[in-house]
């Protein structure tokens, strides 16, 4: 496989991006550690909280009886209606955290590593990760 200019010249912009890309980590890292007091009791626990007694059990009742998932799937997109609903008339939401807490404690903008095998393109085009989670990642393409 020969390399030309081309390709060395992509090697160090791709170099370039791996190392913004550390440095979105670490960012988001330290971010998420000074933000833990703030984060901690009124949201970290009772998130956990809410998986430990709500979530959990449910999941292992659809792990032993599986007909029931529909019926629970149902339940929650009923939830979640009415709390898009309700949160059309008072901008408060009932069942998730409100937009700034899911920033602030559980959201980075990162830069993802670039992909070093296809220098010829290596990195990725394009703002989605493939799930539809709404996390906020952004691709960086090196070429």
Not at 14 to 42: D, E, M, N, R, V
Not at 72 to 95: A, C, E, V
Request: glycine content about 8%; charged content about 10%; some cysteine.
């Amino acid at each position: 496989m020969a390399f030309n200019i081309a390709d060395i010249g992509n090697f160090f912009t791709c170099l370039g991006i791996l190392f913004q890309s550390i440095g979105t980590y670490i960012t988001c890292a330290f971010q998420k550690i000074t933000s833990l007091g703030t984060c901690l009791a009124p949201y970290y626990v009772i998130s956990c909280l809410f998986f430990m007694f709500i979530t959990l059990p449910i999941d292992i009742i659809c792990w032993f009886l599986p007909q029931l998932e529909p019926i629970f799937n149902t339940i929650g997109h009923l939830f979640t209606s009415f709390d898009q609903t309700f949160y059309g008339f008072s901008k408060f939401y009932l069942f998730q955290w409100p937009d700034n807490v899911v920033t602030r404690c559980y959201t980075c903008n990162i830069i993802p590593f670039p992909d070093f095998g296809d220098l010829g393109h290596c990195g990725d085009s394009g703002n989605d990760d493939g799930n539809d989670d709404g996390d906020q990642v952004q691709y960086v393409k090196c070429s």
